[in-house]
């Protein structure tokens, strides 16, 4: 049964929400599906819930990874797209962010936890359900992988002059 | 690289706007995968074990709606009331409503034996209310049998009853409120609606708050269209329906944005750092929470400092403590805490009611950051104090104080008694704080709060000063 909480919780939180699936998933489309997703199943256990925004950025990281293992991807949505489906090209001129949409779901959810949300590593490890040294290595290696996927000169292009 | 990274998310991120109607579509997506997995459960049901249980039952005249019951008695004077709202004269319209519940809402909770449910014969179905609210069309449906399900629908002006989104469903209550958006965005205005039987009374409220609570007096609304509407909220006002002498229901409505509220940010009796916008903002919602924006209440900062939060942006956050100056010298308070990227918390137990500061004492649980509860119990003392004992089992537990402020860590679901002293040693004041609140406990609102919990432990028994 819709909650009146509930509803307040999602259209005060809704776009920065929105905001942080897109980073994990590098879609818009597949954003507002992943997080449509995570709240139509968070829902049925809103008031038992102590720490929503946690949970549901769990269960977007999960479905994101479970995604991914599928062959077959079945695509959740609530309506019909009013616009086409194809993202912006200008996201694919930007090295770093094509870069970071390489990396496996869960060492990019450590990055956009870490280094966009701000999360301490305690807190990112609590929120993907995995160990504070598996969030410190996956950040570590993360790094380490745009360093590699990223040549130097373009990283300074792609802070701000694209 | 953490920069280069930092930049491209923000510019990214930047770029993202949500569709229309965030929460509709949550709300439709959820009902589709409940009629799903009820579906399998069903069928699964259904060929297991179900169905030679089935096969004898459907051999009666049992029809599909022979297990309702009557509505319960407290529902029938909403049911019994005639159609509400611009359209309720418009028998196609309503007809087409009726069809549209009993097929949509009355196809997935048709079965009277699951808990509320609606109707799918259209003619079991009632529209309460259907009408234009401002620019929004609100259309309030309810099954007639049973313990009845509403069903809502929202959309714009004009549009026809196809057109209109179904918002969701519920059990009916005796009298029945909608807050809806005017906008799609979330800094919209609300519109809000407030329908009891025909006959209700509608009342607002004045709140006359002391130091112990509140309590209120209620002023008669005429409602000449039997009900009561707002096209768009732009102040806090809080009302209630009452059939005879039984109050149906008491909401508080909100308006999206709300002006600056003047403070003066200088604590008092010098406890901690004036913090003007943070005490601005938080005197904003105090005056909100309580009805008292742009009435001239009085406002005093009781505590302002910059204190550490785990999982806080720079590892501080700027708290405040604002309380409304009542005839008696105390009155509500509220605390806010803002960390270094504007990010806003509160605790429940940093509101509540005070008495004159001078002798009152003040424990809260600042608010937290990260998944875990802050650890830092807050003590707001009278500036006379120089030192505070914490009590918990037994075990007294030393809290220095600077001008009246302290504090002590504390795991969560803590109960504890804490005691103030001055100089000489005397008592000067004494307050049981505890984690342990009621569910959907409310601190400004005292009848929320009374249901009591388990407790963890018990406060030690307040006795004389050792």
């Given at each position: 049964?819709?909650?009146?909480?509930?509803?307040?919780?999602?259209?005060q939180?809704?776009?920065?929400?929105?905001?942080?699936?897109?980073?994990?998933?590098g879609?818009?489309?597949?954003?507002?599906?992943?997080?449509?997703s995570?709240?139509?199943?968070?829902?049925?256990?809103?008031?038992?819930?102590?720490?929503?925004?946690?949970?549901?950025?769990?269960?977007?990281?999960n479905?994101?990874?479970?995604?991914?293992?599928?062959?077959?991807?079945?695509?959740?949505?609530?309506?019909l797209?009013?616009?086409?489906?194809?993202d912006?090209?200008?996201e694919?001129?930007?090295?770093?962010?094509?870069?970071?949409?390489?990396?496996?779901?869960?060492?990019?959810?450590?990055?956009v936890?870490?280094?966009?949300?701000?999360?301490?590593?305690?807190?990112?490890?609590?929120?993907?359900?995995?160990?504070?040294?598996?969030?410190?290595?996956?950040?570590?290696?993360?790094?380490?992988?745009?360093?590699?996927?990223?040549?130097?000169?373009?990283?300074?292009?792609?802070?701000?002059?694209? | 690289?953490?920069?280069?990274?930092?930049?491209?998310?923000?510019?990214?991120?930047?770029?993202?706007?949500?569709?229309?109607?965030?929460?509709?579509?949550?709300?439709?997506?959820?009902?589709?995968?409940?009629?799903?997995?009820?579906?399998?459960?069903?069928?699964?049901?259904?060929?297991?074990?179900?169905?030679?249980?089935?096969w004898?039952?459907?051999?009666?005249?049992?029809?599909?709606?022979?297990?309702?019951?009557?509505?319960?008695?407290?529902?029938?004077p909403?049911?019994?009331?005639?159609?509400?709202?611009?359209?309720?004269?418009?028998?196609?319209?309503l007809?087409?409503?009726?069809?549209?519940?009993?097929?949509?809402?009355?196809?997935?909770?048709?079965?009277?034996?699951?808990?509320?449910?609606?109707?799918?014969?259209?003619?079991?179905?009632?529209?309460?209310?259907?009408?234009?609210?401002?620019?929004?069309?609100?259309v309030?449906?309810?099954?007639?049998?049973?313990?009845?399900?509403?069903?809502?629908?929202?959309?714009?002006?004009?549009?026809?009853?196809?057109?209109?989104?179904?918002?969701?469903?519920?059990?009916?209550?005796?009298?029945?409120?909608?807050?809806?958006?005017?906008?799609?965005?979330?800094?919209?205005?609300?519109?809000?609606?407030?329908?009891?039987?025909v006959?209700?009374?509608?009342?607002?409220?004045?709140?006359?708050?002391?130091?112990?609570?509140?309590?209120?007096?209620?002023?008669?609304?005429?409602?000449?269209?039997?009900?009561?509407?707002?096209?768009?909220?732009?102040?806090?006002?809080?009302?209630?329906?009452?059939?005879?002498?039984?109050?149906?229901?008491?909401?508080?409505?909100?308006?999206?944005?709300?002006?600056?509220?003047?403070?003066?940010?200088?604590?008092?009796?010098?406890?901690?750092?004036?913090?003007?916008?943070?005490?601005?903002?938080?005197?904003?919602?105090?005056?909100?929470?309580t009805?008292?924006?742009?009435?001239?209440?009085?406002l005093?900062?009781?505590?302002?400092?910059?204190?550490?939060?785990?999982?806080?942006?720079?590892?501080?956050v700027?708290?405040?403590?604002?309380?409304?100056?009542t005839a008696?010298?105390?009155?509500?308070?509220?605390?806010?805490?803002?960390?270094?990227?504007?990010m806003?918390?509160?605790?429940?137990?940093?509101?509540?009611?005070?008495?004159?500061?001078?002798?009152?004492?003040?424990?809260?649980?600042?608010?937290?950051?990260?998944?875990?509860?802050?650890t830092?119990?807050q003590?707001?003392?009278?500036?006379?104090?120089?030192?505070?004992?914490?009590?918990?089992?037994?075990?007294?537990?030393?809290?220095?104080?600077v001008?009246?402020?302290?504090?002590?860590?504390a795991?969560?679901q803590t109960?504890?008694?804490?005691?103030?002293?001055?100089?000489?040693?005397?008592?000067?004041?004494?307050?049981?704080?505890?984690?342990?609140l009621p569910p959907?406990?409310?601190?400004?609102?005292?009848?929320?709060?009374?249901?009591?919990?388990?407790?963890?432990?018990?406060?030690?028994?307040?006795?004389?000063?050792?």
């Amino acid at each position: 049964m819709p909650d009146d909480d509930f509803q307040a919780f999602v259209e005060q939180r809704y776009s920065a929400l929105l905001r942080t699936a897109y980073l994990l998933c590098g879609s818009r489309d597949r954003a507002e599906d992943l997080l449509q997703s995570a709240l139509a199943a968070a829902l049925p256990k809103w008031r038992r819930m102590d720490h929503p925004e946690a949970y549901l950025r769990r269960v977007m990281v999960n479905q994101l990874a479970n995604v991914w293992r599928r062959p077959i991807r079945e695509i959740v949505t609530a309506v019909l797209p009013d616009r086409p489906r194809h993202d912006p090209a200008i996201e694919d001129r930007d090295e770093l962010w094509t870069a970071l949409r390489r990396l496996p779901v869960r060492m990019r959810a450590v990055l956009v936890l870490r280094y966009w949300e701000d999360r301490s590593e305690q807190e990112t490890a609590q929120i993907l359900g995995v160990s504070v040294g598996t969030v410190k290595s996956h950040a570590s290696r993360g790094l380490d992988r745009l360093r590699e996927l990223v040549p130097a000169p373009s990283m300074a292009a792609a802070n701000g002059e694209n | 690289m953490i920069d280069e990274l930092r930049a491209v998310l923000d510019r990214h991120a930047d770029d993202i706007t949500p569709r229309p109607y965030p929460y509709t579509r949550v709300v439709v997506l959820h009902r589709r995968r409940r009629r799903n997995l009820v579906s399998t459960l069903a069928v699964v049901s259904v060929l297991l074990v179900v169905a030679p249980a089935a096969w004898l039952l459907t051999r009666s005249p049992a029809g599909p709606h022979q297990l309702a019951t009557p509505p319960p008695a407290e529902l029938l004077p909403l049911l019994n009331s005639p159609t509400r709202g611009s359209l309720a004269g418009d028998e196609a319209f309503l007809e087409a409503m009726r069809r549209r519940t009993a097929d949509e809402v009355g196809a997935e909770r048709g079965d009277p034996a699951n808990g509320p449910y609606m109707p799918t014969d259209p003619d079991r179905v009632k529209v309460l209310f259907a009408g234009d609210i401002g620019s929004r069309r609100y259309v309030l449906t309810a099954g007639l049998d049973g313990w009845p399900l509403k069903a809502m629908f929202f959309g714009h002006q004009d549009e026809p009853p196809a057109h209109l989104a179904q918002a969701g469903s519920g059990a009916l209550e005796a009298a029945e409120e909608a807050t809806f958006a005017i906008g799609p965005g979330p800094d919209d205005e609300v519109g809000f609606l407030l329908l009891g039987p025909v006959g209700a009374v509608y009342e607002e409220g004045q709140a006359q708050w002391s130091s112990t609570g509140v309590t209120r007096t209620w002023t008669a609304i005429a409602v000449p269209d039997g009900y009561l509407a707002v096209a768009n909220v732009t102040r806090i006002q809080r009302f209630r329906v009452r059939l005879g002498d039984k109050v149906l229901r008491e909401v508080q409505t909100y308006p999206v944005k709300a002006g600056p509220v003047a403070v003066d940010p200088a604590p008092y009796g010098g406890r901690g750092t004036p913090m003007p916008e943070v005490a601005g903002q938080v005197a904003s919602s105090l005056t909100s929470l309580t009805q008292l924006r742009d009435t001239g209440a009085v406002l005093r900062v009781l505590w302002s400092d910059e204190v550490p939060a785990p999982g806080a942006a720079g590892g501080l956050v700027r708290a405040v403590t604002v309380q409304v100056v009542t005839a008696d010298g105390g009155g509500p308070y509220f605390t806010g805490v803002v960390d270094g990227d504007g990010m806003w918390r509160d605790h429940l137990t940093g509101s509540g009611f005070a008495g004159d500061p001078a002798r009152a004492l003040i424990v809260m649980r600042l608010p937290s950051y990260t998944a875990q509860d802050n650890t830092r119990l807050q003590v707001i003392a009278p500036p006379g104090a120089v030192r505070a004992e914490s009590v918990q089992g037994g075990q007294v537990v030393d809290i220095p104080l600077v001008d009246g402020v302290g504090w002590r860590p504390a795991p969560p679901q803590t109960t504890l008694t804490v005691r103030a002293y001055d100089a000489a040693g005397a008592l000067l004041a004494t307050t049981t704080f505890t984690d342990l609140l009621p569910p959907g406990c409310d601190r400004l609102n005292p009848p929320t709060c009374q249901t009591p919990v388990p407790t963890a432990g018990t406060p030690d028994p307040v006795g004389p000063t050792p």
